[in-house]
């Protein structure tokens, strides 16, 4: 009794499939379930979300960074895992960086300049606190040497007077990418909330 009832609502189950799926034997009906199965391939309509790559590094590490256009403003979506500028060896302290394979080919093998070597024109005053189109192309790496010898409580009032695009951050916090990455002096940047650190970093791919 058990049997029949079971074949009865399995052959039920096929019936009412096959019906659905307009299969008109057992083998139109696997055919069709393994359709609604397979992965379906993306269409050129998909979009592709812009992107590009920039060198970086400090006086010990170097990486590679990408950024992603998200809501009209380029963002950093990931590094790659930072590389001894000495040894070679691969920093093992952390995960979650990206593979250095997704780095466009013209970029790798390329290692970006120390932070303490001299940048042409990265320290004018001549232009102090006014965008440059040099600082801009280098995504504020680093900015100018006035902003960067602005006190937290200093910087907290100039920001006031400006509104630069805004340049977001992901997988990190602000404080950590400014005195990373930009060069800015972590004693100087403290006491800032994060609504001026958002804005200093802002500020610095601004070109200021």
């Known amino acids: 009794m058990l049997r029949r009832k079971f074949m009865f609502w399995v052959g ?7 019906e659905k799926l307009r299969a008109n034997s057992l083998d139109d009906l696997a055919a069709a379930l393994m359709r609604t199965t397979e992965p379906k391939t993306p269409t050129t309509a998909s979009a592709v979300t812009p992107e590009h790559w920039s060198m970086a590094g400090n006086n010990t590490w170097r990486w590679y960074e990408r ?3 998200i809501d009209g403003r380029w963002k950093i979506t990931g590094i790659t895992t930072p590389v001894d500028r ?3 060896e691969r920093y ?3 995960t979650g960086y990206l593979d250095e394979s997704l780095v466009p080919a013209q970029f790798r093998g ?3 300049a120390s932070h303490s070597e001299p940048i042409p024109n990265a320290g004018l005053d001549s232009d102090a606190g006014k965008s440059s189109a040099l600082r801009i192309a280098r995504h504020g790496r680093p900015p ?6 602005l006190n937290a409580n200093e910087l907290h009032t100039w920001l006031r007077t400006i509104d630069p695009p805004e340049a977001g951050v992901e997988g990190m916090t602000f404080f950590e990418h400014l005195t990373r990455d930009h060069s ?3 004693g100087k940047i403290t006491g800032l909330d994060d609504s001026d650190l958002a804005k ?6 601004a070109g200021y």
Do not use: K, M
């Open 144 to 149: 100018s040497r006035w902003l960067r010898s």
């Open 12 to 18: 039920f189950g096929l019936f009412g499939l096959s």
């Open 92 to 94: 093992t302290g952390r």
């Open 200 to 205: 200093l970093h802002a500020a610095a791919h």
């Open 184 to 186: 800015f002096d972590a």
């Open 67 to 69: 950024e992603n256009l």
């Open 110 to 112: 390329v290692t970006p």
């Open 86 to 88: 000495i040894t070679g």
